[in-house]
T-cell receptor
Framework: ETGVTQSPTHLIKTRGQQVTLRCSSQSGHNTVSWYQQALGQGPQFIFQYYREEENGRGNFPPRFSGLQFPNYSSELNVNALELDDSALYLC?????????????FGPGTRLTVL | GDSVTQMEGPVTLSEEAFLTINCTYTATGYPSLFWYVQYPGEGLQLLLKATKADDKGSNKGFEATYRKETTSFHLEKGSVQVSDSAVYFCALSRSNTGKLIFGQGTTLQVKP
């Protein structure tokens, strides 16, 4: 069984640019969540997608947006990058029958904004 | 709003020592509680979970008991190994929301 995968592993952008991060869910999972983990901090919830629809959003501005595709893979898009967007971005998937929101995490994408 | 507070680290122990990492939470209702572990350069792995009061989650020698009366979910292990060195995160979720709420993490360093 393939786990959650993310690409790319590392990314360097400059302020004002746009970035797209990608995530493939674990087999059988139809829910994907994205988190931002700043250095030395716990992950912060960005948003969740369930069956291609946004299903909850954290305290992040609209320049953070996402998509989920019919195969349940997902993208996180960030426009107008700021220095504070530098972080590890984690994707997590959940099984469709999870009754207690157990989430399985990918290895993350390390974004550096210069 | 909901929140999780963990003891500050780093926690430095010798091999075979007893481990406790404190975690308390603030939430309405009956959230599910989790411990995740993050090894250097990796994503988070679920270590254990508890979904209702008085439940004990356990895995790989680690244990934590859901204490509703003290709103706590402390992580314990009787004898730590060098390979347990990592960052440990306590988290909560409620079944009617999509999100996990994490504490700030506690770094554990185990020396031989």
């Amino acid at each position: 069984e393939t786990g959650v995968t993310q690409s790319p592993t590392h990314l360097i952008k400059t302020r004002g640019q746009q970035v797209t991060l990608r995530c493939s869910s674990q087999s059988g999972h139809n829910t994907v969540s994205w988190y931002q983990q700043a250095l030395g901090q716990g992950p912060q919830f960005i948003f969740q997608y369930y069956r291609e629809e946004e299903n909850g959003r954290g305290n992040f501005p609209p320049r953070f947006s996402g998509l989920q595709f019919p195969n349940y893979s997902s993208e996180l898009n960030v426009n107008a990058l700021e220095l504070d967007d530098s972080a590890l971005y984690l994707c997590a998937s959940s099984p469709s029958d999870s009754s207690y929101n157990e989430q399985f995490f990918g290895p993350g994408t390390r974004l550096t904004v210069l | 709003g909901d929140s999780v507070t963990q003891m500050e680290g780093p926690v430095t122990l010798s091999e075979e020592a007893f481990l406790t990492i404190n975690c308390t939470y603030t939430a309405t209702g009956y959230p599910s509680l989790f411990w995740y572990v993050q090894y250097p350069g990796e994503g988070l792995q679920l270590l254990l979970k508890a979904t209702k009061a008085d439940d004990k989650g356990s895995n790989k020698g680690f244990e934590a008991t859901y204490r509703k009366e003290t709103t706590s979910f402390h992580l314990e292990k009787g004898s730590v190994q060098v390979s347990d060195s990592a960052v440990y995160f306590c988290a909560l979720s409620r079944s009617n929301t999509g999100k996990l709420i994490f504490g700030q993490g506690t770094t554990l360093q185990v020396k031989p």
